[in-house]
């Protein structure tokens, strides 16, 4: 009887947290396509026509972008454009649609957060309001009401997929388990190339579940043989940056991109005035020096 309990307790967390997590998120159904999402979605040929796989799989993320500045970086995800053009053809061609999938990825990911966890530390407690917090922290606003921000949501989908199959597999010395965790690894490069280094992340979770360390250190490099195939073919393909935007960059950018880069680990402790648009002003003294005393926080505990 106590174990039935405890499931329809589990349950319940969960049906519970999707209501809210559908609740938290309502405001933003009704809105409309916003930024990119004009050219990736209701523009472009590879969503709105038939789904080819082959004219999916050849052609760039910003192949309907008509955008000088990003045209050139040519952003190679399939997998988010396939999904995109299910979503609209499946659904419809309303924003809320989008957003409702992405909405729906998202508990879901919340969900793997806590398989993940629970492999790892074995402390269910932990584990649900480690995925309570993740499903409800408000930087992940924008991925999830940003149709878009789809990119991320199937990232991070096929991520926790790739760990906790490898989690298994370092567990339970399964090979399915590693063909299941390479295949979701292939499938977030597919989605968003910042998974390359997802590799990094199975060598530290690895080592911690794991006794043996030969195991993780195989795997390991077996998952960098792949990130640098992906990457070579990736390269030849779909040349990361042109020569036409090279003339983007100067120091003032590499100092405006490190400063939003601190600006951005702040906001993400703490989000206050987010905005999707670069700040016109960067308070330099201000975001280093805070980073500065946090530093020296951290280095006199």
Same mark, same amino acid.
């Given at each position: 009887?106590? =174990?039935?309990?405890?499931?329809?307790?589990?349950?319940?967390?969960?049906?519970?947290?999707?209501?809210?997590?559908?609740?938290?998120?309502?405001?933003?159904?009704?809105?409309?396509?916003?930024?990119?999402?004009?050219?990736?979605?209701?523009?472009?040929? !590879?969503?709105?026509?038939?789904?080819?796989?082959?004219?999916?799989?050849?052609?760039?993320?910003?192949?309907?972008?008509?955008?000088?500045? &990003?045209?050139?970086?040519? &952003?190679?995800?399939? !997998?988010?454009?396939?999904?995109?053009?299910?979503?609209?053809?499946?659904?419809?061609?309303?924003?809320?649609?989008?957003?409702?999938?992405?909405?729906?990825?998202?508990?879901?990911?919340?969900?793997?957060?806590?398989?993940?966890?629970?492999?790892?530390?074995?402390?269910?407690?932990?584990?649900?309001?480690?995925?309570?917090?993740?499903?409800?922290?408000?930087?992940?606003?924008?991925?999830?009401?940003?149709?878009?921000?789809?990119?991320?949501?199937?990232?991070?989908?096929?991520?926790? =997929?790739?760990?906790?199959?490898?989690?298994?597999?370092?567990?339970?010395?399964?090979?399915?388990?590693?063909?299941?965790?390479?295949?979701?690894?292939?499938?977030?490069?597919?989605?968003?190339?910042?998974?390359?280094?997802?590799?990094? *992340?199975?060598?530290?979770?690895?080592?911690?579940?794991?006794?043996?360390?030969?195991?993780?250190?195989?795997?390991?490099?077996?998952?960098?043989?792949?990130?640098?195939?992906?990457? *070579?073919?990736?390269?030849?393909?779909?040349?990361?940056?042109?020569?036409?935007?090279?003339?983007?960059?100067?120091?003032?950018?590499?100092?405006?991109?490190?400063?939003?880069?601190?600006?951005?680990?702040?906001?993400?402790?703490?989000?206050?005035?987010?905005?999707?648009?670069?700040?016109?002003?960067?308070?330099?003294?201000?975001?280093?020096?805070?980073?500065?005393?946090?530093?020296?926080?951290?280095?006199?505990?």
């Amino acid at each position: 009887m106590k =174990i039935i309990l405890q499931r329809i307790s589990f349950v319940s967390f969960w049906i519970g947290l999707m209501a809210l997590c559908l609740w938290v998120y309502k405001p933003a159904l009704d809105g409309e396509f916003i930024l990119d999402a004009h050219y990736i979605v209701d523009q472009n040929p !590879l969503v709105k026509q038939s789904l080819s796989l082959k004219e999916i799989f050849t052609h760039d993320f910003f192949n309907a972008y008509k955008a000088s500045f &990003y045209r050139p970086l040519q &952003y190679y995800r399939p !997998l988010v454009t396939l999904s995109l053009g299910l979503n609209y053809h499946w659904l419809g061609p309303q924003p809320i649609w989008f957003r409702l999938v992405n909405i729906y990825i998202h508990i879901l990911n919340s969900f793997f957060v806590f398989v993940l966890l629970q492999l790892v530390f074995k402390k269910k407690t932990l584990s649900l309001l480690s995925a309570f917090i993740f499903c409800f922290f408000p930087i992940h606003e924008w991925v999830v009401n940003y149709v878009v921000g789809r990119t991320d949501l199937l990232q991070a989908f096929f991520s926790l =997929i790739s760990l906790i199959s490898l989690v298994l597999y370092f567990q339970k010395k399964r090979i399915p388990f590693y063909v299941l965790g390479l295949i979701a690894f292939i499938g977030a490069l597919l989605s968003r190339e910042a998974s390359i280094v997802l590799p990094a *992340f199975i060598l530290l979770v690895g080592l911690f579940v794991s006794d043996s360390k030969k195991r993780v250190l195989s795997v390991f490099c077996s998952f960098c043989v792949v990130g640098v195939i992906y990457y *070579f073919i990736r390269l030849v393909t779909f040349p990361v940056v042109s020569n036409e935007s090279l003339v983007q960059f100067s120091m003032q950018s590499v100092l405006d991109t490190s400063l939003l880069a601190l600006d951005y680990l702040l906001r993400f402790i703490y989000p206050w005035a987010v905005s999707y648009r670069w700040p016109s002003e960067l308070k330099l003294i201000v975001y280093v020096g805070s980073y500065l005393s946090l530093i020296v926080f951290c280095c006199r505990m």
